[in-house]
Structures are given as structure tokens and as C-alpha cells.
């Protein structure tokens, strides 16, 4: 079992920056796939973006179209921390970002690492607000 935090939000400016982190404890971090996701007022819990491990500490980053080029997943093992780098931020990206773990790690697939119910544990969730 893992246990998620998730910390950084806050309210920022349109075209802002904000760095939110993940800090996992439990079973070791690399045995998971991370992801974030976010849910606005009224709406559904979406994907954001995800680590897929391809290997001994390897990984690449899978991004909602949404926020590609925009915001950056990215982990520090030895913290057990992993991290999603916002960058450029409109209001449509104010909502509750959550962080989630997923114990299927090798063979899984993008479409799979995307949807919400693929995933087993999740933080409390963090609010973004961005102002326009």
C-alpha cells in the first residue's frame, strides 16, 4: 500500500507558473505508475498526465492534450516524490489536482494509464486556481 500528499497549489496569475509535488510513502515509489489528474467544479476527474516506467529508472511522460508543451511530470526517486512542473497556466486549468498510483507498472498501456479507475490509491488533492 502507498500513501499520497500532494502539495504546491495555490492561486497564481494567468501565463503563471506553479510546481505541485507528490510524496509517496509505502511500498517502494518505482513499483507504481504515477499520475496526475485534476477535477474542476461540475465536471469529471481527468488526466493530466502520467510516468510510464520503461525500465530500470527509466521513464517517459504521457500528457492530455490540454496541457502538452505546457506542464511536465517528472520524479525524484531517491524522494519518493513525483512532480508536475505548470507552466503557462490559463483558467481552465483551475480545478483539484490529485496525484495517484497505479501497482500495474510493467505492460501498461497509455490508454489504460489514463482513465481514472486504473488507478488504486490517490492524495487528498491540492487546489489550483489560476485568475485571468
Known amino acids: 500500500q502507498v500513501q499520497l500528499v500532494e502539495s504546491g497549489g495555490g492561486l497564481v496569475q494567468a501565463g503563471g507558473s506553479l510546481r505541485l509535488s507528490c510524496a509517496a510513502s509505502?511500498?517502494?515509489?518505482?513499483?507504481?505508475?504515477m499520475g496526475w489528474f485534476r477535477q474542476a467544479p461540475g465536471k469529471e476527474r481527468e488526466f493530466v498526465a502520467v510516468?510510464?516506467?520503461?525500465?530500470?529508472?527509466?521513464?517517459?511522460?504521457i500528457y492530455a492534450d490540454s496541457v502538452k508543451g505546457r506542464f511536465t511530470i517528472s520524479t525524484n526517486n531517491a524522494k519518493n516524490t513525483v512532480y508536475l512542473q505548470m507552466n503557462s497556466l490559463k483558467p481552465e486549468d483551475t480545478a483539484v489536482y490529485y496525484c495517484?498510483?497505479?501497482?500495474?507498472?510493467?505492460?501498461?498501456?497509455?490508454?489504460?494509464?489514463?482513465?481514472?479507475?486504473?488507478?488504486?490509491?490517490w492524495g487528498q488533492g491540492t487546489q489550483v486556481t489560476v485568475s485571468s
Open positions: 509505502g511500498r517502494t515509489f518505482s513499483s507504481y505508475t
Open positions: 510516468l510510464i516506467w520503461s525500465g530500470t529508472n527509466t521513464y517517459y511522460g
Open positions: 495517484a498510483a497505479d501497482p500495474k507498472t510493467m505492460g501498461i498501456t497509455t490508454a489504460q494509464a489514463a482513465k481514472v479507475n486504473e488507478y488504486d490509491y
